[in-house]
């Protein structure tokens, strides 16, 4: 089925160090949105991505959305210790579901 | 954080026995989901409900079975529990569907023994 597939799996960085993960789709998205999940969390919404090369910021959080519409990122600068999680990229693909991926686990080494 | 809770927060039931989850929910949201999470898979839709009781599949159903008499609630319920249903179960809800953001619940932790 249609799925956004997201690189790295994990990533290991030092504190301080920046961080980038991908999200890439075959077709083209309607908007894509990007969560955070803590360790034994659950879930955040951050933000969502709609127009064609979109970028947004949010403090050291940069966000863009590709021209065609087909792959998104999420740069972190200078990570600290309370960026450890799993960012995940779904997209509903134009219907009512959205469809999770496996996320990138971020870990930061002190 | 929305105003959703889930119960129970844990649980361990043995393999055959059936198992209902609850999410309720204080934001008078349509849209209400269930997803389960499990190491390698990420998240998974389970089964969403886009009103008082209408209820469609997700992507893992089966087994899975859900009602939704009131718009506030969202029950989930294991049939006949599995080893395989062991996972963390979280609810979700959002307020209009297609491209709105979804609030997660804090998760059910279920074992089956």
Redesign the interface.
Known sequence: ?QQVMQIPQYQHVQEGEDFTTYCNSSTTL??I?WYKQRPG?????LI?L?KSGEVKKQKRLTFQFGEAKKNSSLHITATQTTDVGTY?C?S?F??????????TRLTIIP | DAGITQSPRHKVTETGTPVTLRCHQTENHR?M?W?RQDP??????IH?S?GVKDT?K??VSDGYSVSRSKTEDFLLTLESATSSQTSVY?C?ISES???S???????TRLTVT
């Open positions: 089925g309607s908007n949105q969390g659950h879930p955040v919404f969502q709609v995940f779904p509903n134009g219907n009512e579901k959205l469809t999770f991926g496996t996320g | 849209y989901y997803y390698g898979h990420g998240l998974r839709l969403y886009y469609d997700g992507e979280f979700a569907h297609r491209a953001e979804q609030y997660f619940g804090p998760g």
